[in-house]
């Protein structure tokens, strides 16, 4: 299982920022996204590119993600042709609305690529978007942007939008979209309740912007051992039943839907057991800039 479709909480690093990557990469977050965009000034950008760059030869370099510069921007290009053939898990691209840009950007780098949907162009191209290239892994939503260009006040109302995305990545067989960064840092109880909603909306995993927002995010995304334990057992009895429907011994009307997601929760429990190595979980790892 890659990491998108796996990883529960994805941390933003100012990528020029060397002291907290090493932090954020001895953390408990999943996946760490070294940012070159919004968290690193223009006079910091080539350090920034070149820590990122060599990043892949780090230890955990296969959880490390890097959030580039949008299309347009005068580092653009440069980004891509430090961090081609890097070592890194991916690109995270902000800004994405061109899917003839995303293409040629995939085939320049050859790495894996993590849409950012920011725009109302980016939000009428979703699908598009996501089968735009193999290597598209994702796509999901930049809400401060999208919510601004959308003129939404209440980003509670992004619900359409949200439902499209979701709509985007399954129509093109890609794992569930990446919910975008709460923040407010002080409200734990406002992230936990808000990444449960739209982990029933149909998102998985969460960008975070500080190491406080992992734990709650984690338990949010994290199937608890009674949903396991009811499709493990859903799952055993499957046999039984061969291809037809029936109802179950707790009086669920079970079909082929049901046993695909019982199947899933079981895959996501699977995966998020296997021993890591990379992070104590609850340590602290990297600090408060915003991304």
Request: no cysteine; charged share 25%; net charge negative.
């Amino acid at each position: 299982m890659s990491a998108l479709g796996r990883a529960r909480s994805w941390l933003y690093v100012p990528a020029h920022r060397d002291d907290l990557v090493v932090k954020a990469l001895d953390g408990a977050a999943d996946a760490v996204v070294l940012d070159l965009e919004d968290a690193v000034p223009p006079a910091s950008k080539d350090l920034a590119r070149e820590v990122a760059a060599a990043s892949g030869g780090r230890r955990g370099a296969d959880r490390i993600w890097v959030r580039i510069n949008g299309a347009g921007t005068p580092w653009a290009e440069a980004d891509a042709a430090a961090l081609a053939g890097s070592g890194i898990a991916g690109l995270r691209v902000p800004k994405a609305e061109d899917p003839d840009a995303v293409a040629a950007l995939a085939e320049r780098t050859g790495l894996p690529l993590h849409l950012l949907v920011e725009s109302a162009r980016g939000l009428r191209r979703a699908f598009e978007l996501a089968e735009s290239h193999p290597l598209v892994g994702g796509i999901s939503p930049g809400e401060t942007d999208l919510a601004a260009d959308l003129r939404i006040r209440d980003r509670a109302q992004l619900g359409w939008a949200r439902a499209r995305i979701v709509a985007a990545n399954r129509a093109a067989g890609l794992p569930s979209p990446v919910a975008s960064v709460w923040t407010e840092l002080a409200d734990t109880a406002g992230l936990a309740a808000d990444s449960a909603a739209l982990r029933d909306a149909g998102f998985f995993g969460r960008s975070v912007i500080h190491p406080r927002q992992i734990a709650p995010v984690h338990e949010a995304f994290t199937p608890d051992a009674g949903e396991v334990a009811r499709a493990r057992a859903l799952l055993a009895s499957v046999g039984a039943a061969g291809d037809a429907a029936w109802v179950d011994a707790d009086g669920r009307f079970v079909d082929p839907a049901v046993v695909a997601g019982a199947r899933w929760v079981t895959e996501l429990a699977d995966a998020l057991e296997q021993p890591a190595d990379h992070h104590e979980p609850g340590r602290a790892t990297a600090g408060e800039e915003k991304p």
